[in-house]
């Protein structure tokens, strides 16, 4: 597969190990013939793989951009974003918000978009994306209003806001380790951007939803909810919001000594598992847990299966009720006859000990599926693909394009450039994870660039890389992944990928105006230029 880009030259260096680098990486495409035996085939593979995967490996152990530190450090602020999200506070602050936008539709649009940005602020996109697209389709279904307005909202809100602390999204980090940026300072840079961007998003969704069809002027049926019913566990949701917080103050304070943050978050984590675990066997052993109530499944906010909504949703004293699955839905098996065989009792099984399991410790059972695990194999692979383009010599191909683009890394140029191609790699380069990879490894590479356009171009790259999301492909990020998973499980259908294009188009494009428009003018002043 990779003859077509060996040429000659590169070929006779293959066999040399102390050079990896190939001399023409643009060279034209030759054909290579192979040995007809196997053995000389395998000696070549080992010579032409071996280096890369040294390279690979040692890389991983020296360059600023760690894997396992953002890997570490997201999962453990998963667990405990996910873990506070389940105790119902992001459901009770929903009705809150609800309560107080009363029967004014537009009214309620704006308070919603600004509670979602909020609360992605403190705990990333993913946990507002769980719970806030469930919730609104229920919410939407119930007061008889179209859910495109609410869902496109939701998911602009969430992703733009993650650019504020460098927690909020990984590629933050990424960016923060890449150009040594601050982990405070990150978010004295992005303020100002996120706030043009928030604000020209609003108003974009705004003038294209403005119509009656969409956000009519009164919601057509309306009661008063209850949060207090929904916030299942008040001291859990204390004690997480504690835990959370003080870990983020701590990160931002011990990253002024260059400590790797993951060293902060995992005993955080550790410590938050402890209480979890301690708590629901307390209240297991005190009988205060309802085992029906407190199943992980039973959540509201969870995943449920497609033919939850096909009865009417309701709401009544005041709380959002959709039908459960059918009762004789777990009894299929032991009624078609296929019972004896072994698969199928060993599942039964593993059932039986997983239900006592997530009655004794509701919360962990809960937050485990939740976890963005899916992140690790993806984010390595991202990694080592872009080690494999810099090992075969594109990064500095690319990085000698990127010099004359900007004429030798002239500041604004560069913005704007890192900033739209970080926007649309968002949509071609795997996730905005692996676009965010692959312009850092880029920037880093061009000889001689000034350190102020090498600040510039860090903050247009978050910008980017968080505003990238709201794109034209669900691929855009992890969470549009995620968030089209959960329309498709909630019966929502009819947002394709031609529609969230659509819609994504007008909201994309004023943000990305205004926001590297804004990073513009915040190096201008600090730089002088």
Known sequence: MFASLWTPS???????????????????????????????????????????????????????????????????????????????????????????????????????????????????????????????????AAVKLEPLPWLMSEFAAANTSSMVLFVGNPTNVVICEGFLVNNAAF??????????????????????????KH??????????????????????????????????????????????????????????????????????????????????HSHPNDSVDKDELQSEITITNGELHAPGPSPTASTDLTQNGTTDGPLVSFQ?????????????????????????????PFAFSQFILIEGLSHQGWIEVFSGWLAKATHGGQMHPTIWLIGVLGVLLCNLAGTNIGATILLTKIVRAVPNFPKDSMRAAAIALAVASNIGAVSFVFSASLAGLLWHNILRQKDITHIGQWKFAFWNLLPLATMTSFGLAVVSAEMAVLYRR
């Not at 943050?261 to 297991?284: C, E, N």
């Not at 039964?348 to 690790?376: E, M």
């Open 10 to 140: 590169s070929m006779d260096q293959s066999h040399n190990c102390s050079n990896h680098r190939y001399r023409h990486p643009l060279g034209s495409p030759v054909s290579r013939r192979y040995s007809n035996t196997k053995r000389n085939r395998w000696n070549r593979c080992v010579d032409h793989c071996g280096g890369p995967l040294e390279e690979t490996l040692i890389s991983y152990l020296t360059d600023d951009i760690k894997p396992y530190n953002i890997l570490i450090l997201f999962i453990t602020l998963a667990y405990m974003a996910i873990t506070l999200d389940i105790t119902g506070i992001l459901q009770a602050a929903a009705y809150w918000v609800s309560n107080k936008g009363g029967s004014h539709t537009r009214k309620l649009f704006f308070y919603f978009y600004v509670m979602l940005t909020l609360i992605s602020m403190l705990l990333g996109n993913d946990p507002v994306i769980l719970s806030g697209t469930a919730f609104l389709v229920y919410y939407t």
């Open 348 to 376: 039964r099984y593993s059932k039986k000990k997983w239900d006592v399991f997530a009655n004794h410790f509701p919360t962990l059972a809960t937050a485990l599926p939740r976890l963005p695990f899916a992140l690790i």
């Open 215 to 296: 956000l009519p002027s009164k919601i057509p049926k309306t009661t008063r909810l209850d949060p207090h019913k929904v916030l299942r566990d008040p001291i859990g949701a204390w004690v997480g919001s504690v835990v959370l917080g003080s870990c983020l103050i701590v990160i931002i304070i011990v990253s002024f000594f260059k400590v790797d943050v993951w060293k902060i978050s995992l005993p955080f984590a550790g410590a938050k598992l402890i209480f979890d675990l301690a708590w629901d066997h307390y209240r297991f052993t005190t009988r205060e847990l309802d085992p029906e109530k407190n199943h992980p």
């Open 187 to 212: 978010t004295a840079y992005t303020i100002l951007p996120f706030l043009a961007c928030s604000v020209s998003c609003f108003f974009a969704l705004f003038v294209q939803f403005r119509s009656k």
